[in-house]
């Protein structure tokens, strides 16, 4: 099991996911993950979408070409498109084509083809995203190794509440097979 240093959270590593030597768990983009349980609307994981909320995502990843399409990094939902939660991935496996962030049904940043690293390289991923108002505008702003990315502005109605009682997994999207990191 992993332990979460600042909120307690036990994942559980599963499918032969394992502690490389670089100090990182490895995904064989088969089966492997951790799995978190099941995320209350109390819980930090849960998030929110409220005026006034921000959100920052803090990736590092050591990705290689192949596997799924979609591939989830993490994801805290019950159905494509991050329903009833939020989800960040790789859109496509066999290209550098960056990261995408969804919640509850709603693209709310997308690096696009715009940023550049390597297969077997590690990379710093940050997303940062601000709740604008009620009206569900998104101000998303992207870094890859400190380097700003781009901003991604998006008035997009979410289809439900991120804080809906979902599970939550890393390295695979926890409600189906496929999409495993």
């Known amino acids: 099991s992993v332990t979460d240093i600042a909120n307690g959270k036990i994942g559980t590593i599963s499918n032969g996911a394992t502690y490389d030597s670089d100090l990182g768990i490895s995904f064989d983009g088969l089966d492997d993950q951790i799995t978190l349980g099941s995320i209350t609307s109390t819980d ?17 990843m050591n990705a290689t070409s192949g596997g799924d399409s979609y591939q989830r990094i993490i994801d805290k939902s019950n159905g494509g498109s991050a329903a009833n939660g939020w989800a ?9 084509e960056g990261f995408d962030l969804y919640m509850c049904g709603r693209q709310l940043f997308t690096t696009g083809n715009i940023i550049s690293y390597n297969f077997s390289e590690w990379v710093n991923i940050v997303v940062t995203c601000d709740v604008i108002n009620s009206a569900n505008n998104f101000n998303s702003n992207g870094y890859v190794n400190g380097s700003f990315i781009r901003n991604d502005s998006r008035t997009s109605a979410l289809l439900s ?3 809906t009682t979902t599970n939550a997994a890393i390295g695979t999207w926890n409600h189906s097979t496929g999409r495993e990191f």
């Open 44 to 60: 930090p994981l849960s998030l929110s979408a409220n005026t006034g909320d921000s959100m920052t995502f803090d990736i590092w």
């Open 88 to 96: 960040i991935f790789r859109p496509s496996s066999n290209v550098l």
């Open 161 to 163: 509440d991120p804080t």
